[in-house]
């Protein structure tokens, strides 16, 4: 079966920075697209960035030119950087990955917190 390990939450100030990773595994797997949703109190889950296995980036309006996603394919391992963190980014964020073991299928991780606050 897939897992997907995160890290790197936290509490931050305004205009700060922080890092996830997620790092994902099964046995038979491989891994195309991989990224980043987050998912505000009261409001619905949305797309933040996503990067396929090629490298061709997506990203929403409201995280351009201050988050960074990238992969380390030998490691199945994705990251974001986040920059200039604003209070409205604060929210869970969670890691899918596309496994691709016969079927493609999406995968969820579990989720960490992300507080943007002084």
């Known amino acids: 079966q897939v897992q997907l390990m995160e890290s790197g939450g936290g509490l931050v100030q305004p205009g700060g920075s922080l890092r996830l990773s997620c790092a994902a595994s099964?046995?038979?797997?491989?891994?195309?697209?991989m990224g980043w949703y987050r998912q505000a109190p009261g409001k619905q889950r949305e797309l933040v960035a996503t990067i396929t296995s090629g490298g061709v980036t997506n990203y929403a309006d409201s995280v351009k030119g201050r988050f960074t996603i990238s992969r380390d394919n030998a490691k199945n391992t994705v990251y974001l950087q986040m920059n200039s963190l604003k209070p409205e980014d604060t929210a869970v964020y969670y890691c899918t990955a596309d496994g691709v073991r016969y079927i493609s299928q999406r995968y969820w991780g579990r989720g960490t917190q992300v507080t943007v606050s002084s």
């Open positions: 099964g046995s038979g797997f491989r891994f195309d697209a």
